[in-house]
């Protein structure tokens, strides 16, 4: 039988191993970990002094339930069904699709309430 005191060292022994080959990339995600914590935290800080971050909250939200841009094999750029040639023109065209459904989405809480919708004024 091993003695207890046995297995405790090699458990030691691997996880200072462990750390000597790991370490380095659990530190640097836990500290990417913590500033995402604190950059969201700040921007609530904000957020709570603006009366228009909604406005910001709801494209975000938009933007992170659209569908990504897919690069195809043969170099041209795939979203929502259409084929554009580069990056750009795809980036745009989703980006109007964010602002589309951002504005429709206002649109309709604005009619849901009752408010007149109005035009730009000219």
């Known amino acids: 039988m091993i003695p207890r005191e046995l297995w405790i060292f090699v458990a030691v022994l691997i996880a200072m191993v462990a750390w000597r080959l790991w ?3 659990v530190v640097r995600a836990v500290r990417a970990h913590d500033q995402r914590r604190i950059d969201a ?5 904000v957020d709570r002094m603006n009366p228009n971050a909604h406005f910001r909250q709801s494209v975000d939200q ?3 339930a ?15 069904g259409e084929t554009f040639s580069t990056r750009e023109e795809a980036e745009a065209a ?3 699709h964010v ?10 809480l604005d009619r849901n309430l009752g ?7 000219r």
């Open 23 to 25: 370490g380095d990339r």
């Open 41 to 45: 935290d700040l921007q609530a800080y």
């Open 62 to 64: 938009i933007n992170d």
């Open 66 to 80: 659209t569908p990504p841009i897919e690069a195809q094999k043969d170099g041209t750029i795939m979203w929502d």
């Open 94 to 96: 989703r980006w109007r």
């Open 99 to 108: 602002v589309t459904q951002a504005r429709d989405f206002y649109q309709d």
């Open 115 to 121: 408010h007149k919708i109005r035009g730009p004024q």
